[in-house]
């Protein structure tokens, strides 16, 4: 079972270019969100899904965009990536429609831009 | 003031000691809190929850003190293994996860 699964697991961006960090579940699950972690802080929400067709903005949300056409994928993408958004991105997801606590997270995308 | 504060550490602890750690959280309304555990370049996985009566698993105890808005986390007979970052997490507005940015634990032979 792969759980959520990430791609890429690495990236370097030159500041301007766009790129989409692809998220997939096999769960089944209806929330799926995207994480930022940068060092000092804690993960700050970026956008999130209830379900398929639905999505909200985070804590975090400018200079990003989601979509969530199935239930499997939930695609993040940089439109015109900035210095600020060096960080791993964390994919999670979570059975359910409301957030219970426990989420599946991938295993992260780290992203350089420089 | 942060949403969720922790001590970041390291907390520097022998095999077979016992490491409290705690996190106070602003939200009063708060309702739902957690420990995630996350190795070092990986990612968060649940811990356990916390519940107002405290609770067990294993080695592990987590309590929370509603009326001073604070989580901790006892870890007793510390495994080399459980070198890791915690992060406590509480339900914030609308339910979503207000994520701690950790207390780092290394334990040593």
């Known amino acids: 079972n792969a759980g959520v699964t990430q791609t890429p697991k690495f990236q370097v961006l030159k500041t301007g270019q766009s790129m989409t960090l692809q998220c997939a579940q096999d769960?089944?699950?209806?929330?799926m969100s995207w994480y930022r972690q940068d060092p000092g802080m804690g993960l700050r929400l970026i956008h999130y899904?209830?379900?398929?067709?639905?999505?909200d903005q985070g804590e975090v949300p400018n200079g990003y965009n989601v979509s969530r056409s199935t239930t499997e994928d939930f695609p993040l993408r940089l439109l015109s990536a900035a210095p600020s958004q060096t960080s791993v991105y964390f994919c999670?997801?979570?059975?359910?429609?409301?957030?219970?606590?426990?989420?599946?997270f991938g295993e992260g995308s780290r992203l350089t831009v420089l | 003031r942060k949403e969720v504060e922790q001590d970041p550490g390291p907390f520097n602890v022998p095999e077979g000691a016992t490491v409290a750690f705690n996190c106070t959280y602003s939200?009063?309304?708060?309702?739902?809190f957690f420990w995630y555990r996350q190795d070092c370049r990986k990612e968060p996985k649940l811990l356990m929850s916390?519940?107002?009566s405290g609770n067990e698993d294993g080695r592990f105890t987590a309590q929370l003190n509603r009326a001073s808005q604070y989580i901790s986390l006892l870890i007793r007979d510390s495994k080399l293994s459980d070198s890791a970052t915690y992060l406590c997490?509480?339900?914030?507005?609308?339910?979503?996860?207000?994520f701690g940015a950790g207390t780092r634990l290394a334990v040593h032979p």
């Open positions: 999670a997801s979570s059975p359910g429609t409301m957030n219970t606590g426990e989420l599946f």
């Open positions: 769960m089944n699950h209806e929330y």
């Open positions: 899904s209830v379900g398929a067709g639905i999505t």
């Open positions: 939200n009063s309304a708060s309702q739902s």
């Open positions: 916390v519940y107002s």
């Open positions: 997490v509480v339900t914030g507005s609308y339910n979503k996860l207000i």
